[in-house]
Structures are given as structure tokens and as C-alpha cells.
């Protein structure tokens, strides 16, 4: 799609397509699309229709809502335009942009819907979708991942996924899924609705559950307000707490190392790898959760989860040929399980929450990654409580038996160490711990592992209780890391994707594995098919005046 790298941080004085506003418990979210705004060229931003640098700074303005407004406790979002609450994704940059672009994109787009539904549910800032005009395809999903809904009754707004009908792809930022599982649509109304263009509106919208109320112009205002103030109402959010500013994250790039203050990068292009080492903390945490506050962004867990967050990202849509990610710790783990205790002893503080969902999101976009994942634990790790999770979300695991005797034979062995963090909030979108997951359908094996809680972990514990996958001894290391590498970037990506994602999500099925799971496979495979990316697919001859030419054959 473009040769240059996409940033992922931004700030509100730096948006094209956003207006924030706040007013005491109420914040409002104003969309208004630049049209000449795209993130590279080619397209119009038209009718409100967005890209990925208008969701960019979507989810900016989220987490700042999260973090630096804990007075705010509802959010409305609605749009800057008349008569268009938004029109989805943008179709020409969805016709221009490459099969692994879109996937991408759809992907990152779902993330923040989740963030959106993630604050309603966590954090006591509940979503309003104020739909003041027509809302298509991904602008009905922005609003469906709102909890209330209201649509302006004028006779010509309506919503609609008109994606099937109109372009033979699917609603792929979670639409299906949360009309039938969020919004409780009925099956064939959900059905009706999804191959129908021009939607639904007014009194029908409300009665088929597509929207909670259907408000008369002369009073929408007036009626929004209302509602926001009920939402808010419902709220235990502190109404005098100060903010914590996201301060600029400080980032480097060079020689193929991108840097941070407690993760770093190396990119080894050659093997198609890349080594990741996160940092434990230096000291022991502050002495009270005001303190913590004071600290502000330099909060080693919040430093070291908005690091990991934007690498993520960064890698994700910069690197998508170094398929492989090897994560190492540095520290020490005693220190980790310190900040740990102390989120979880003040958890029911609005600022220690906030670091735990944060951690738990940013953990869920590992876990949704479609990257091999590897951890390596050795000695001088700091593998232990939430950095452990690293490690259960690898795909597979090493860790050195004893220590390398020809470069250190007195260090420490190389040790895990399983904390309270682990068995509580850093759930999966499985809506299990990583812990659970490992263990499902053996509950003496989680047991016996959930008792060896505090306690550190060598290699020979580590494997007997099923928490890593090989444990090598110091001959046999660096050629059992060198081989599991290697045989990584020998196998199809493509194959590998579809392993990776089938195994990380064992146990119930939810709303969100379904959408990264079922929509998003589904969304995948049409994309890459001639019927809707073809030079005679709906998306190719969309706006032409042509109509799509489709293989009739049902697959």
C-alpha cells in the first residue's frame, strides 16, 4: 500500500479526522473526516468514510479518554457532517490496497472496536453512538460497538451493512457478530438486513434491535444529552480525579533496531526473525498509588505496556515478512511481582485499573498476531508474573537446564515464576486466563501449577508442570534455538497463520474469538477471491456503473 512506515503515535493536537471534547462527566467524540486526509494517496476520505489513519487516531483518542479524563463516564460519539453519520471503510482504498493490507486494517479496526466496548464494560466510561445521520457497513459497526445507540428519526437516515449486497465482502470489523450476539437480531431479520443496501431506519431499526431508539430532529439534541447524562449517572468513576497524561512515547529506529525505554527490537532480516527484549523494572514500586500517579506515564507498567503496544503495531504493519518473534526478559523478577501485587492491591483505583485493562488489551493483541511466537528464558530472565505471560502466550517455549557453564557457571538458573497476576484479570478473548487456557480439560494439571504461585521455577519444575515447552541444557541451546527458528521461516505463512490461530484460543468461544476467529478467516479468504477482488469483482466495479462479474460456483 505505501513504501513509507505507518506511525501508530499520535496526538489530539496532530488530528485530521477527530474533535474531542469534554464537559465534565460527558465527552464527546466528533467525527469529521478530512477528505484529503487519506493516509497515502489515491482516494477521497469522502461522506466520512474512513481509512487506517482515521481509526489510528480513534484509538488514541480512546486511551486518552481512559487515561487523562477519569472524570469522564459516558462518551458520545456522533459526526461533524450533515446528514452521514459515517459511510465504513472507504471502498477505493480497499479496492487499491493489497489482500494483506486489507486483513491488516480490518484487523487494527476491530482492535479498537474492542477498546470501545473494553471501557463501557471495565472502566466505567460508557459509549453512546449518537447516529445523526446515515451510518453504512464499518460506520454501523463504529456505532454497534457503542452500548446505546440512538438514530435520528428524519425518514431518509437509516443504518446498513451494505458490504454483501453492494461490494461481495462481509461487514469485517464485527458487524454479523455483534448484531447477532451483542444486539440479540434475529436470525433471518439479521439476514434481510445484511443483503439489503439501503438499511433500516426509524421505528423498524428499533423493533428489529439494530438501534435502541429512534429520536425526531426537533428533539435530538435535546434527547442525546439526556441519555448521556443517564449513562453517566450509572458510572463510579471518580468525578475529582486528576488525569494521567500519555506523555510522547520515546522511540528510536536505526540499523535495524527500534528502541524504547524497556523494550528493544532487533530485526534480523536474513533469518526473518525478530528478538525482543522487554526490561524489568529498576526499582520496587512507589509507596502509595498517589505516588504511582505522580510518576505518570514513567509508570514502569504503563511504560512498558504502551511500548509493547505500539511495537506491536509497528512490526505488525511495518515487518510483515519477519514472521518469527523471539521474546527475552532482563531484570529482576522479584521486582516484577512487586508491581504486580501492587496493581492488584489497588485494583478497585481508577488509575491501577486502567494500567490492568491496558496490559490485558495489549496482551490480546499478541495473542491475535499472526506471528510465531517464541520465548527464551534464560538466566538474568525476568519471566515471572505479567512478564510471564509473554511466555504463556508464546507458541512455544525454552528455558536453559542449570546455567551456561563456559560464560557464567555461578549465575542464578534461569527461573519462572507464577504470580496472582496470572490466574486474575490479564484475561484472553477467550475470556480465560492464559494459565486456564494452557491447562484446559486438565484441571490437576492447572491445579498443581497454581499451587507453585510465588515460588521460582527451574527449568526441570517448569517442564514437569507443563509451563514450557523444551528445556535444553547449555551444549544443546543455541543449536535448539537456532533450529526452531530456521524451521519456523522454512513453512507457509499462510499455514502457519491458520495453525497459530486454532491453538491459541482452546476452551469457550465468545464474541470477540468469533470475530478474530470465525469473521475475520472468512473476511480473509473473500478478500483474496476474484468475486470481490478480481478485475471484475464487486470492489474492482464498484462506482462504474458495471455490474461485478461472479464464479457462481459455491465453495
Partial sequence: MTDERVEFRVSPDRYRHWRVSCDGPVATLVMDVDEQGGLVPGYELKLNSYDLGVD??????????????????????????????C?????????????????????????????????TASSGQTYLAAVNGTASGGGYELALACEHIMLIDDRSSAV??????????????????????????????????????EGVGGKKAVQWRLVDEAVPRPRWDETVAERAAELAGRSSRPQDAQGVALTPLGKTREDGTIRYGHVEARLDRDAGSIDISVK????????????????????????????????ILDLRTNEPELGTWVFRTEGDPAKVLAYDEFLLANATDWFANEVLHYLKRTLRRLD?????????????????????????????????????????????????????INAGPLTMSNGLTRLQTRFWGDEAGYEAAAKR?????????????????????????????????????????????????NYRFAGPETMETKIFGRLSAWQNWIFNRPNAAGP??????????QRAVFDRKRV
Fill in 160 to 197: 446498513s451493512l451494505p458490504e454483501l449486497p453492494l461490494l461481495g465482502v462481509l461487514p469485517g470489523t464485527g458487524g454479523l457478530t455483534r448484531v447477532s450476539d451483542k444486539r440479540h437480531v434475529r436470525r433471518d431479520l439479521a439476514d434481510y438486513f445484511s443483503t439489503k443496501a
Fill in 453 to 501: 504461585r510465588g515460588t521460582p521455577l527451574e527449568a526441570e519444575d517448569a517442564a514437569e508442570l507443563g509451563l514450557i515447552t523444551f528445556a535444553p541444557d547449555d551444549i544443546d541451546w543455541d543449536e535448539e534455538i537456532r533450529i526452531a527458528t530456521e524451521e519456523r521461516a522454512s513453512f507457509s505463512p499462510d499455514a502457519l497463520t491458520g495453525l497459530e490461530a
Fill in 368 to 420: 491475535v498476531t499472526s506471528r510465531s511466537l517464541i520465548a527464551v528464558i534464560e538466566p538474568g530472565s525476568c519471566f515471572a508474573g505479567s512478564l510471564l505471560e509473554l511466555a504463556l502466550a508464546a507458541d512455544r517455549s525454552f528455558q536453559l537446564a542449570g546455567v551456561f557453564e563456559d560464560q557464567d557457571p555461578d549465575a542464578e538458573p534461569a527461573a519462572i515464576t507464577l504470580g496472582d
Fill in 280 to 311: 524489568g523494572p529498576q526499582t520496587g514500586p512507589p509507596a502509595g498509588i498517589d505516588a504511582a500517579k505522580g510518576q505518570g506515564a514513567a509508570f514502569w507498567p504503563l511504560a512498558v505496556t504502551r511500548e509493547l503496544d505500539d511495537l
Fill in 536 to 545: 471484475d469483482g464487486a470492489l474492482r466495479r464498484f462506482g462504474t456503473g
Fill in 87 to 119: 459511510a465504513g471503510a472507504n471502498i477505493r482504498m480497499l479496492a487499491a490496497s493489497p489482500h494483506g493490507w486489507k486483513v491488516n486494517f480490518c484487523k487494527f479496526t476491530n482492535e479498537t472496536r474492542n477498546g470501545i466496548e473494553d471501557a
Fill in 56 to 85: 489510528i487516531e480513534l484509538y488514541d483518542a480512546v486511551q486518552r479518554l481512559r487515561f487523562e479524563h477519569p472524570e469522564v463516564r459516558a462518551v458520545v460519539i456522533t459526526s461533524g457532517k450533515p446528514k452521514i453519520f
